[in-house]
């Protein structure tokens, strides 16, 4: 069944073309916060949330509670050199 242009196999070619720039966006959104997020971790020795940090991929999410709900970072702390805090 014909559904007119843009459905079924018409619009296929022109799919991965719309969504590459979003799945860009989304692997340097959890690349940074997941960078972060090990790298604080490791920081302070808690080794635990560093391994959780790299076997489960959550786009930053799990990353950005930790920084902020269990390391009680603020913004400006996480780019910087940062101090062993217990």
């Known amino acids: 069944m014909n559904y007119g242009p843009g459905w079924g196999g018409d619009m296929m070619p022109w799919l991965p073309l719309f ?7 989304f692997v340097i959104w959890s690349i940074v916060w997941q960078g972060l997020g090990m790298w604080h971790a490791a920081r302070r020795g808690e080794w635990i949330w560093f391994v959780v940090f790299l076997f489960i991929h959550t786009l930053g999410i799990l990353e950005i509670i930790y920084l902020f709900a269990v390391a009680k970072l603020k913004f400006s702390e996480l780019f910087g050199k940062s101090e062993h805090r217990t």
């Open 19 to 25: 969504l590459a720039p979003f799945f860009i966006i």
